[in-house]
């Protein structure tokens, strides 16, 4: 897949409504939802990174890794890290629930094994599972409830660099916006930007459409 870097800009930011003009942020490709794999190169891309890890042991789980692979690939050999240190977004099952998925900290430790300037950090821990917002029927937790399940990791803030907030879709930007907001008040002096594998676009009106395969 050729990847390009582009930034959202005032004629995009009305599709991620939890956005502002003063966020920067930066994505690869486009996802077109309600659409298929076979739609688009970033649809493959995304529907296989996505793949559940109830799925491991199938078949199809070796498209899942070789999607963080891509990824990270391209990571490595694109982004200029000095400076910066990137933090993933927590996925909504924590790190004790069965469904727990790091494919987010795998793209980022592949990454790092191909780039040594790259740093990342689990800054920022999720307390407790939740519903995956594309399951929600609409009801997509607001950025202020995504941000009170969040603890920093103290452990972790030596030698911070700037922060790159990491996350694999825009959707609305809820993730992005708690994720911020929460940093922002342990380390109010760090510029926090935004890089996701793709952003969301949609065929029709209904706002909370989203994946047809469970993350």
């Known amino acids: 897949m050729k990847f390009k870097w582009s930034q959202i800009d005032e004629l995009l930011l009305p599709d991620h409504y939890y956005l502002s003009l003063d966020d920067e942020c930066f994505f690869l490709g486009e996802y077109t939802a ?15 990174l996505k793949k559940g890890v109830d799925r491991k042991g199938r078949t199809e789980y070796k498209y899942k890794i070789s999607a963080i692979d891509e990824v990270a690939q391209y990571l490595a050999n694109n982004i200029n890290a000095k400076g910066w240190t990137l933090v993933p977004v927590p996925p909504s099952k924590s790190k004790d629930d069965p469904m727990y998925d790091d494919r987010l900290v795998q793209i980022l430790a592949k990454a790092k094994m191909l780039n040594s300037d790259i740093d990342y950090r689990e800054l920022v821990v999720q307390i407790g599972s939740y519903q ?84």
């Not at 309600?34 to 529907?47: C, F, K, M, P, V």
């Not at 879709?169 to 793709?198: C, E, N, Q, W, Y």
Request: cysteine-free; glycine content about 6%; hydrophobic content about 40%.
């Open 34 to 48: 309600r659409q298929g794999a076979n739609y688009s190169d970033t649809n493959q891309l995304i529907i296989n």
């Open 132 to 215: 995956a917002a594309h399951l929600t029927n609409g009801n997509r937790p607001r950025p202020d409830a995504l941000a009170d399940r969040y603890q920093i990791d103290n452990s972790l803030m030596g030698g911070l660099r700037d922060i790159i907030i990491f996350d694999d879709v825009l959707t609305a930007g809820s993730h992005f916006a708690a994720m911020k907001r929460f940093i922002s008040d342990h380390v109010p002096d760090k510029r926090i930007v935004g890089l996701f594998v793709a952003r969301t676009t949609r065929d029709s009106d209904d706002p909370f459409e989203d994946f047809e395969v469970i993350a």
